[in-house]
């Protein structure tokens, strides 16, 4: 209003100054105003739901809101953003990794098995320690498969063989391709062949475990 006065009343058509009664003063401002120049300042219909939309968050978080409203609704509002969240993670679940080391398949070379790696080694170590080489050497080789699977590095079906396992091991860590058939060999020498195990080849098939459990594979494959 004060520019659209302005305007009119410092322009005339010799250049003169104008001294209008209130009457016209406030038709020619009208005139002025109604100009399309002035329709830009006018705020449109999303500038008023984005305010609108920002007042009411803000408003969740006055703390003079009367009767202690505020902090009430900033709660309710905390409590639906992890309400959300939650939801998100119970339709599209946790990520693919986790999913894939707690659902641990019950079948490892034919026989069931719902030990995690790490329980395995510790119930390798112990038969070693009891100089039970045949089972130590079994579980340690089984802990092995089994570490490759939590990594989600080699996914071993219920009837993979051991030197199935082993090759494809061997394509993910190729610098163990040799040492992993050996392990593979010695798990068939004391398993199946009844040959009796030693603490030599214990020692072979764990520090391949070892070796394999620190290295970085190059590709992720299904046996």
């Known amino acids: 209003m004060t520019r659209a006065l302005s305007t009119v009343l410092t322009a005339s058509d010799d250049g003169a100054p104008l001294t ?4 016209e003063a406030r038709r020619w401002a009208e005139d002025e105003l109604s100009k399309p120049v002035y329709d830009i300042a006018e705020p449109t219909p999303f500038d008023r739901i984005a305010r609108a939309i920002g007042d009411f968050i803000a408003s969740l978080f ?8 505020g902090s009430v609704l900033a709660i309710v509002a905390t409590a639906v953003v992890v309400i959300v969240i939650v939801a998100a993670f119970l339709i599209w679940g946790m990520p693919r990794v ?6 641990r398949p019950p079948l490892l070379f034919g026989e069931q098995e719902h030990r995690s790696a790490e329980a395995l080694r510790t119930a390798a170590a112990e038969r070693a320690g009891a100089a039970d080489w045949d089972a130590a050497i079994v579980l340690r080789f089984r ?5 490759c ?5 080699v996914d071993p079906p219920p009837g993979a063989t051991v030197h199935g396992f082993a090759r494809v ?4 860590f190729p610098q163990s391709a040799a040492r992993l058939e050996d392990a593979a060999a010695a798990f068939d020498d004391v398993r199946y062949l009844r040959r009796p195990g030693t603490a030599e080849v214990y020692r072979l098939v764990a ?10 594979p190059i590709e992720a494959v299904t046996a």
């Open 20 to 23: 209008p009664d209130g009457d």
């Open 62 to 69: 006055d703390p003079q809101v009367s009767g202690g409203w």
């Open 98 to 103: 986790t999913r894939r080391a707690a659902a």
């Open 143 to 147: 802990a092995l498969a089994r570490g």
């Open 149 to 153: 699977f939590e990594r989600g590095v």
């Open 169 to 172: 091991a061997g394509r993910v």
């Open 207 to 216: 520090s391949v475990d070892d070796e394999v459990a620190g290295a970085r």
